[in-house]
């Protein structure tokens, strides 16, 4: 057991069975399908109210999305909690400014690069994650689960976008 | 309490399975674009199904309510799949 929680990386099998059991316990427990984008947004909404007043007081945000202290934002506390400890018990927990490298190999170690490309992806996809009404965690898995058609209209939609950006970025090396 | 302790246990979990199986590094979510590890797909798959059976034999077995559902507006769904993969390809989250 103290063994396979200090492993590096799990079968993704083995993995998935606990991202499972978690939905099943959130939805048992807290009649809610977790998601992550939420959180994000949420907490958008309460930066826009200090910074942009009346655009906190848009349709999304009124109806759709309300700023605030959510329980999304409580448990986006808890993900980073999870993944840390996981991270620390198989010792694969590092400060890095590139943070992978493969993109290191691939771009360089270039700091910007790294960061513009995390910054820039990230307002792209809670973007698309308000759009599209969910995220992978929220709308893919916790969608998918109930078969919803929403779920899979997204991951088409994903997989139609992320294979010519990869094609793009990588070219010879795709 | 019981407001903060529920959500942060749900998270932690939820957090640990992702970073266990990897998908917190940029390789293993700009690679499932690139066809060259599946990483991603095998865990998000395995993770619906779980969660399939589970919830409905508990919905089945001991009446337990079923959560909203996310609403289906296709034009939405699609577009914001498309923005969200340009991202999640770009930027590897």
Known sequence: MLSLLRQKQWSPYLAGVLLGLVYIVSIWVAGTIPGASGAFENLGGLVAKVVAPALANNTYFRFVMPPGITWEVIMMAGVIAGSFVAAVLSGSFKLRLVSDAQWGRVFGQAIWKRWLAAFLGGIIIEFGAGVAGGCTSGLAVGGGLFLAPAAFIFMIGMFMSGIPVAMIMYRRRY | ?93
């Open chain 2, 1 to 93: 309490m019981e407001l903060f302790v529920i959500p942060i246990l749900i998270g932690f979990g939820f957090g640990f399975a992702l970073q266990k199986a990897g998908l917190t590094y940029y390789r293993n979510i700009v690679n499932v674009f690139r066809f060259t590890d599946l990483t991603v797909i095998k865990f998000m798959m395995t993770a619906i199904v779980v969660a399939m059976v589970g919830v409905f034999a508990l919905n089945a077995i001991g009446g337990m309510a079923l959560p909203v559902v996310p609403a289906t507006y296709i034009i939405g769904n699609l577009v914001g799949g498309l923005i969200f993969g340009v991202g999640m390809a770009g930027a590897g989250f």
